[in-house]
């Protein structure tokens, strides 16, 4: 909430082999899950008291009231006081620099962060409400200040979860690896990821010190995931090092499936999760709780020199990894940090292709459509397609083409959200499920599915629907929304990532913006839900028009009588099993032939419909 620090200085060292440490006066007031604490340091220790020990995390209103008169003072919430007193000699609180109120900058060069201020090497940014802000008994114009500052909007990434985080694939010889301008000291951390992967084994992230052992490291063991915390003691003087702490979570976690890792630590407390599962906590031994790095890592551990066996490389994917709360994986790929070494895959273009993997949500009001369609070598292509309302799902291997109609109870097109999967094992299995129903399929002869294209998402060009292969029905675009698009494990921003767009493609979901009710259509008309309103299906009305309100084509027929012939081409004329007719009439007649259908000469097959007065 509250945080300044005065000049750096030089600690004189007790041993000449150790580095030099950089000191500095501070004073802070931060809240750590709910607590309120006061944290300052005169130049001889830090001292850190708990102002009350209640949790001020309510929504109610708190006043807080720091004093400090040498080395001693109190700190009150609400009228009641806790006292505290400062180590060493010194009564002067050297503070020279800026007074951070809410948060720290995210530019932080200069700034020097105390490892017993955990909030601030977590990067948690006070929220909540903030009033009547008096310093040495003089008040600051908060709003003011902030407004000066253009303290609004400052940039979270993915604060309302509005972009997909950035997903890299590894194939055992890739890795990101971010080095440090100056390395961190460390006694709290918060790390997240998401990872998915067919190996029992590899490495996700590592935290590495050029200077010691010091690691906190996360990998895949045995299809589990592994968490080891080693807080060295070569260079510090403590008790010596305990070795490092192990703890397990999960189990099955290489098949294939994204799961999501989360770790924190807490000084000597561990907690690791793996998706929704129960936490696995752990308690460490020993008296030392910092941790040094130098180094973020994936996938291949760089930093090898103090580890007594080196994890295995890391094959899958890695997505949103975040360690107190810098986002290292978008940060290297937009380019926002100079000091990160990468090679592993960025993006999409075609889709890896064996095994496959493909995931769609949609919701649309239009029966037909083209929704994703991937050329590769030869004759090789996949699509995705609406037809009736009904998905189809189209493949060549370059053995010919195959199609899977996917099974659902009713049309697809009915303005709710489905998710597709669709996915194809080594075995040329291939399994179609949307929703609850699978659908599957095995195909004969080759089994590289040869992708090197460009990759079209909801249509193409309008020359280029001529040229589909010959079980492909599509003849214009997808029309609705889609939401999950997960490619291989991969899930791209479709338009921040596409090479080009065509048409009106936006962002969010608006749905029509007008739909059917029962009296869209007259006549007993058929309302028919486009993505863009609604049309009427005047076929079984005899009335016409955008609304069927207007009268259909209309003959009259005088008193001497009149007929209107219609004779079917010979290589034409139907035969059916069912049939359908509408037509409206007007008269006074009380016998009279309305419609005759004949067959052909000799069969005596005929349809007649006739007006039949049953009163004299």
Known sequence: ????????????????????????????????????????????????????????NDGEWYHVDFQRDGRSGTISVNSVRTAYTAPGDSEILDLDDTLYLGGLPEDRAGLIFPTEVWTALLNYGYVGCIRDLFVDGQSKDIRRLAEAQRAVGTGYLGRSCERDATILSYDGSKFMKVQLPVAMHTEAEDVSLRFRSQRAYGVLMATTSRNSADTLRLELDGGRVRLTVNLDCIRINCTTSKGPETIFAGSGLNDNEWHTV??????????????????????????????EFHNVETGIVTEKRFMPAVPSNFIGHLQGLALNGMPYIDLCKNGDIDYCELNAVIGYKSIVADPGHLQITFKTTSPDGLILYNRGDGNDFIVVELVKGY????????????????????????????????????????????????????????????????????GISKEMYRDLPKLV???????????????????????????????????????????????????????????????????????????????????????????????????????????RLALGFSTQQKHAILLRVDSASGLG????????????
């Open 1 to 56: 909430m509250l945080f300044s620090h005065g000049k750096p200085r030089q600690q004189q060292r007790k041993d000449p082999r150790t580095p030099p440490t950089i000191k500095v006066d501070f004073f802070a007031i931060e809240m750590l899950d709910g607590h309120l604490y006061l944290l300052l340091d005169m130049g001889s220790g830090t001292t850190k008291t708990k102002a009350i020990d209640r949790k001020v």
């Open 262 to 291: 989360r770790v924190v630590r807490r000084g000597k407390s561990l907690k690791l999760t793996v998706d929704d599962l129960q936490p696995v906590e752990g308690q460490m031994a020993g008296d030392h709780t910092q941790l």
């Open 391 to 458: 998905l189809h799902y189209i493949s060549d291997l370059g053995n010919g083409a195959h199609l899977i109609k996917g099974n659902s109870n009713s049309p697809l097109n009915d303005n709710h959200w489905h998710n597709v999967h669709i996915s194809r094992d080594t075995n040329n299995l291939h399994t179609v499920k949307i929703d609850t129903k699978v659908t599957t399929q095995t195909t004969m002869g080759a089994k590289n599915l040869d992708l090197k294209g460009d990759l079209y998402i909801g």
């Open 473 to 579: 029905h599509s003849r214009e675009g997808f029309q609705g929304c889609l939401a999950t698009v997960d490619l291989n494990g991969r899930l791209p921003d479709l338009l921040a990532d596409a090479l080009a767009t065509m048409g009106q493609v936006e962002r969010g979901c608006e749905g029509p913006s007008t739909t059917c009710q029962e009296d869209s259509c007259s006549n007993q008309g058929v309302c028919l839900q486009q993505w863009e309103g609604f049309t009427c299906d005047c076929s079984m009305t005899s009335y016409a028009g955008p609304l069927c309100n207007d009268a259909g084509t209309t003959y009259i027929f005088g008193r001497d009588g009149g007929v209107v012939v219609y004779t079917w081409p010979p290589n034409e004329r139907p035969s059916t099993r069912a049939d």
């Open 605 to 616: 097959d005929y349809l007649q419909l006739q007006i039949v007065s049953t009163h004299p």
